[in-house]
């Protein structure tokens, strides 16, 4: 999701509705990481009050106080993992000093649906775009679960688009994708499968650089509302 979901929308959950539906059985057990806030308890409880309402079992996954010392074994019983926003250097810092950087991508590989907003997207592809370092945008090497690259926010913050664009013009960035807030890319066996919305306007784009110059194409995104 490049924005959206409880934590931008607690009144609109068309997003998070359709990440639980993505599960192979109906109750899926969603587990949460905020890993890359310093409010962790805050985005936990809410997130707890946004999928209490829906059709799963919510669980988060602390750090500080984990669950058990087999990480991998609890994480590979979740059907959902959803990863909330915040500062994705130092989540993906974080993870790898836990391991969960590899126990993630073997959770992909089991079918675990994997989901989240803003850092939450940003961490499975190649690389993104991020503001993770305070007054600008850079790009961040990611976890490489989907290839290419990815940019939250796109609508949201004026300085996404043209940063983006100047990344791709110098060579800094792969091709990729982006997505606007309420906008969000859907993955299958690591292709791009189309995009869906919580915002009748939102979309999701494809980038390239081509000839010299940035192609930018509006991807096929269903709005899932009436």
């Given amino acids: 999701m490049g924005g959206g979901g409880f934590s931008m929308e607690p009144d609109n959950p068309l997003l998070d509705a359709y990440v639980v539906a993505q599960a192979r059985k109906k109750n899926p057990a969603v587990c949460f990481f905020p890993h890359a806030t310093d409010d ?7 997130f707890f009050k946004a999928f209490s309402r829906l059709d799963a079992r919510p669980a988060f996954l602390s750090l500080f106080t984990p669950p058990t010392a087999d990480l991998e074994s609890y994480l590979l019983e979740q059907d959902v993992i959803y990863v909330g ?45 991020t503001d993770s370092v305070p007054g600008k945008l850079s790009v961040l090497a990611c976890l490489g679960i989907l290839k290419g690259s990815f940019c939250p926010h796109y609508d949201g913050e004026a300085e996404r ?37 919580s915002r009748p306007w939102a979309k999701v784009y494809g980038l390239r650089l081509e000839d010299g110059s940035v192609v930018e194409e509006v991807l096929p995104t269903r709005f899932l509302g009436v």
């Fill in 161 to 197: 688009r043209p940063t983006l664009h100047q990344f791709h013009l110098t060579g800094q960035m792969k091709a990729g994708y982006a997505a606007d807030d309420g906008a969000a890319g859907h993955f299958i066996d690591d292709v791009f499968s189309g995009g869906v919305s």
């Fill in 85 to 129: 926003g915040g500062n994705t250097r130092n989540m993906l810092a974080l993870w790898r000093e836990w391991g969960l950087d590899k126990i993630l991508q073997k959770a992909y590989a089991e079918g675990v649906v994997l989901a989240g907003i803003s850092a939450g997207a940003n961490c499975w592809f190649e690389e993104c775009s």
């Fill in 40 to 46: 962790a308890t805050r985005y936990a409880l809410n």
